[in-house]
């Protein structure tokens, strides 16, 4: 068995910059340059689910895509992009449903993309991000990035998954300033996640290591 650390950290509550931070980014726009290979990631994607009546379902930072093919599972008449920057973590898996497309790409560029080009995302799944776990490393993480107002824009139904309890928490608190400030009505719920079976790799490994699971569901009401 493939045993995890409980993730530790020098931070012991929400981080005090959070609200700072979110305000901030939430009155400029990320230009970061899309990076080439996630453009043509965009373009196949874009040429996927062009095939489908159905929107997108799309699996943020799907690592080897076990809940790609979970949600294609559930959402089977719906299109599943699974995206990674990792190309070996992709290439783990050798087949795939008909209805799922494994690509590699840039988040901090893909859900700018989708954002611009106003793709409608059914589901946006979000599990187990790098939790950056350090008090320094606070802007890191999604939530307190310049990405973040696109990150929310993406979907109207986001699902985020973490075994950090105070990850959790700071996602849901910057949701709910982020939405606040763009006047987006919503509802923002964090709850303990236990699931019945294990849906992604992490996921297995974590509930076999007997770590805590932790839910974020933001949903737009507009
Ligand atoms: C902890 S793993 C979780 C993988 C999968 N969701 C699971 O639960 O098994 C986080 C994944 O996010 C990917 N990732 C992190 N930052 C990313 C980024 N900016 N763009 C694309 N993928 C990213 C990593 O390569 C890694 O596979």
Same mark, same amino acid.
């Given at each position: 068995? #493939? ?5 530790? $950290?020098?931070?012991? *509550? ?26 043509? !990631?965009?373009? $196949?994607?874009?040429?996927?689910? #062009?095939? &489908?009546?159905?929107?997108?379902? +799309? ?6 895509? *076990? ?16 995206? *990674?920057?990792?190309?070996?973590? +992709?290439?783990?898996? #050798?087949? =795939?449903?008909?209805? =799922? ?28 991000? #790098? ?10 993480? &999604? ?40 006047? +987006?009505?919503? *509802? ?8 019945? !079976? ?10 076999? $290591? ?13």
């Amino acid at each position: 068995m #493939n045993f995890s650390k409980k993730v530790t $950290s020098n931070q012991e *509550d929400i981080h005090s910059d959070l609200e700072k931070l979110v305000t901030r980014y939430a009155a400029c726009d990320y230009r970061r340059p899309v990076a080439e290979h996630t453009q043509r !990631a965009f373009e $196949s994607a874009m040429e996927f689910a #062009n095939r &489908f009546p159905k929107p997108l379902i +799309l699996d943020s930072g799907c690592g080897t895509g *076990d809940s790609s093919l979970s949600l294609a599972r559930k959402f089977p008449e719906h299109p599943v992009l699974g995206l *990674d920057k990792s190309e070996i973590r +992709l290439l783990k898996k #050798n087949e =795939v449903p008909g209805n =799922v497309l494994l690509l590699r790409a840039e988040l901090l560029d893909f859900w700018r993309l989708l954002v611009q080009n106003k793709i409608p995302v059914h589901f946006h799944a979000l599990y187990y991000p #790098n939790p950056w776990p350090k008090q320094s490393h606070l802007g890191r993480r &999604f939530h307190a990035h310049p990405v973040f107002p696109a990150l929310l824009r993406v979907s109207r139904r986001l699902e985020l998954r973490t075994n950090w309890e105070i990850y959790a928490r700071e996602f849901a608190a910057a949701a709910e300033t982020a939405a606040r400030l763009f006047s +987006l009505p919503s *509802d923002v719920s964090l709850s303990r996640y236990m699931p019945e !079976a294990p849906e992604t790799a992490f996921e297995k490994k974590y509930l076999e $290591s007997g770590h805590f699971l932790w839910r974020v569901i933001f949903l737009s009401l507009k």
